[in-house]
Each structure stands twice: as structure tokens, then as C-alpha cells.
């Protein structure tokens, strides 16, 4: 089985950068999603990590170590608009399905 | 990207009954899957759709309560039957070429309320 470990919420103000961070206990672990999701919206794909480091896109990084079994998303210059949940995703064990985990509910405040 | 649309939008039922989801997608994909999302809980995969034949369906998830169709490559349905109140959720049709071969995409859902 999977495990996957998030906080369930994390508050940042406009402007400022914040990080949330996605621990996982798998085997065989094949890649690791970040998915946004507003409030009633379906989850949009942020991000996919399959190898150790730092992948940049935009205003959103995400971070993967394997050995660790760690992952972060990265926001800055947070925007109102940046209040969502945030989900990881763990693909393993030869499945071509990411199990998810219960999403950070991330509340930007001026 | 596929664009994916789902009927109903949301849906207040009585217990007992049953609702027919359906999900449509503008281009054929391989990969279908409908999920449930539990107030405050994360995605979780009800099962696969397979074209052409039965359904893969997930540990804790029955035909008999969630009968899925897919009839081509790009509609499908999911039927929750014999509703209870715990069946209240959004039930979320994706698709998806699997793996580390592309992101899933997610239709808009479908809100249920079960009284």
C-alpha cells in the first residue's frame, strides 16, 4: 500500500512564498503529480517529478527526492487567486494510476 | 488537452434510488476513470473504464453498487445504485493516457446529495 502525507491546511499572505510539502511511503515509486483544485472546480495538473530536483514552471516549483521520499510545491509571488487546495499524487508499484493524497488547503489573505 | 463534460452537474436524491452519471469527452482517449471526493477527503479511484468490456473496480468498490458503461472511446456512465446518505460526494469522471505518459484530466464533477 501507500501512504501519502500532507498538511491539511496552511495559510500565506499576497505577495509572500510558500511551501507545501508531500511526504510518501511507497514501493516502487514510478513519479509524483501536484494537482490544483478551487473550491467546486476539478483538479487541474500542476506539475509531474520523476527524477530528484527542482523543476520550475512559472511561479510554481516543485521539488522531488526519492531517497527521501519527499516532495514540495513551491508558490511565489502569491496571488489571491492561488487559494486552492493543493493534491500530491505517488505513482507506483507499476500502476498507471497516481493515488492521491488528501490536499492542502492553501488560504492566501491580503 | 481534452475537454470533459458531465451531466449532471449536481443532483439532490432520495435514498434508495439510483442516478446514471455521464461523462463526455471531445476526442477519443484510452484511459477513463471515475473517482469519488468526500467532503474534506482526498481523489479516491471507484474504477477503471474499460472500452469494450467490464469495468476494473478498486478494493471496496462492487458492479453491483457502481455499474459503469463505455461504449466508445470517448462517453461513459456510472450509476450509483440504491443510494444511501454516505454516498453523498462528487463523483469525478477523468481521462487520461496513464502513467508517466501525461497528466489526468478531470471533468467538472458531479455533485451528489443523497437525503
Known amino acids: 500500500g501507500q501512504n501519502i502525507d500532507q498538511p491539511t491546511e496552511m495559510t500565506a499572505t499576497e505577495g509572500a512564498i510558500v511551501q507545501i510539502n508531500c511526504t510518501y511511503q511507497?514501493?516502487?515509486?514510478?513519479?509524483l503529480f501536484w494537482y490544483q483544485q478551487h473550491a467546486g472546480e476539478a483538479p487541474t495538473f500542476l506539475s509531474y517529478?520523476?527524477?530528484?530536483g527542482l523543476e520550475e514552471k512559472g511561479r510554481f516549483s516543485s521539488f522531488l527526492s526519492r531517497s527521501k521520499g519527499y516532495s514540495y510545491l513551491l508558490l511565489k509571488e502569491l496571488q489571491m487567486k492561488d487559494s486552492a487546495s493543493y493534491l500530491c499524487?505517488?505513482?507506483?508499484?507499476?500502476?498507471?494510476?497516481?493515488?492521491f493524497g488528501r490536499g492542502t488547503s492553501l488560504i492566501v489573505h491580503p | 488537452s481534452a475537454v470533459i463534460s458531465q451531466k449532471p452537474s449536481r443532483d439532490i436524491c432520495q435514498r434508495g434510488t439510483s442516478l446514471t452519471i455521464q461523462c463526455q469527452v471531445d476526442?477519443?482517449?484510452?484511459?477513463m476513470f471515475w473517482y469519488r471526493q468526500q467532503p474534506g477527503q482526498s481523489l479516491t479511484l471507484i474504477a477503471t473504464?474499460?472500452?469494450?468490456?467490464?469495468?476494473?473496480?478498486e478494493s471496496g468498490f462492487v458492479i453491483d453498487k457502481f455499474p459503469i458503461s463505455r461504449p466508445n472511446l470517448t462517453f461513459s456512465t456510472l450509476t450509483v445504485s440504491n443510494m444511501s446518505p454516505e454516498d453523498s460526494s462528487i463523483y469525478l469522471c477523468?481521462?487520461?493516457?496513464?502513467?508517466?505518459?501525461?497528466?489526468?484530466?478531470f471533468g467538472p464533477g458531479t455533485r451528489l446529495t443523497v437525503l
Open positions: 473504464a474499460n472500452q469494450g468490456s467490464e469495468a476494473t473496480y
Open positions: 517529478n520523476v527524477l530528484d
Open positions: 477523468s481521462v487520461g493516457e496513464g502513467g508517466s505518459s501525461g497528466e489526468q484530466f
Open positions: 499524487a505517488v505513482l507506483s508499484g507499476g500502476s498507471y494510476i497516481p493515488t
Open positions: 511507497t514501493s516502487g515509486f514510478n513519479g
Open positions: 476526442s477519443q482517449v484510452t484511459m
